[in-house]
């Protein structure tokens, strides 16, 4: 099935949320939560998501991640996964609690479509602290797509993962799960690069684009994507694809936030201060645009 007709099909199926001038959403992807070891991509920039997700509850934003959140191509535990990164999951588990949480998976993380993996695994953890077992994500859906569409104007903003359609990490997925866990993550601790991958493979990930921006462009609505790992905002009239980059790129995390009827991209690293004490710091990358901005016709290229 190509992309095309995969998105259409997901597009057509996603849940939609209606929001206005006073919502506030934070979008990011491709975590890669793993278990702690050396292939944990996280575990360097966990401190950097703890607090941007203390950024975000504080001000009350809605958090959607999309896709590939945890490691499950090497990783088979996900309950190790969860209490690895036990700070993060309480984070999560807050938002969820409140209604301001909505997890889509991707290619990495896709058996979390089945709703008996999610009751087995997410429903609850093990808190330390506590000695005792939490509640996490008591009956959690996690979704392929989702639909925000603004009130009073009826734009819509399409989220997902953007692994839909390809051969390798879409089809034959099941496939390329046996061949990471069992031959390219070992060969990546030499410095092979695996070939499967649309974020560590320049052509794979330009394809991805390309198909991408196409379908976004054919149906005139804004599509939000990770898997790439490559963050895009582009300004209003030059495209409709935008991505929201990823949680493991070196010494910094992106995300896409949406307020005030806009939408911005940020990027999350240390930061020096004047006195040189080190903190984590909040920066704009692109933005913000209004988003109705995309939508008009004199803004339209030709």
């Not at 206005?20 to 939560?33: A, I």
Request: charged share 25%; hydrophobic share 35%.
């Amino acid at each position: 099935m190509s992309t095309a007709s995969r998105l259409d099909r997901v597009y057509r199926e996603a849940e939609r949320i209606s929001f206005d001038e006073n919502s506030r959403f934070v979008l990011m992807s491709d975590c890669h939560r793993g278990v702690g070891n050396i292939g944990d991509n996280f575990l360097d920039n966990s401190y950097l998501m703890f607090a941007a997700l203390e950024y975000y509850g504080d001000r009350r934003f809605t958090y959607i991640e999309l896709g590939d959140g945890d490691e499950l191509w090497e990783n088979t535990n996900m309950k190790a996964i969860i209490q690895t990164h036990s700070h993060i999951f309480w984070q999560l588990s807050c938002f969820y609690l409140h209604g301001r949480f909505y997890m889509l998976y991707g290619n990495h993380d896709r058996v979390k479509e089945k709703r008996r993996f999610m009751k087995q695994t997410c429903e609850r953890y093990y808190c330390d602290s506590k000695d005792d077992m939490q509640e996490l994500f008591p009956g959690m859906e996690a979704r392929e797509g989702l639909v925000l569409q603004e009130a009073g104007t009826g734009n819509e903003l399409f989220l997902v993962h953007g692994h839909q359609g390809d051969l390798l990490n879409d089809t034959l997925w099941r496939l390329t799960r046996f061949l990471v866990r069992h031959v390219w993550r070992k060969l990546e601790l030499w410095g092979t690069h695996d070939p499967t991958s649309a974020a560590k493979n320049y052509t794979k990930k330009k394809k991805t684009e390309k198909r991408l921006s196409a379908w976004a462009e054919e149906n005139k609505v804004l599509l939000v994507a990770g898997h790439t790992h490559r963050p895009v905002l582009p300004t209003p009239g030059e495209s409709y694809y935008l991505n929201d980059g990823s949680c493991i790129h070196p010494r910094c995390i992106t995300a896409l936030e949406i307020q005030d009827g806009a939408i911005t991209l940020v990027k999350w690293c240390v930061e020096a201060g004047k006195s040189g004490h080190l903190y984590v710091g909040r920066e704009i990358l692109e933005g913000p645009y209004e988003i109705d901005a995309y939508f008009r016709k004199q803004s339209h290229t030709v």
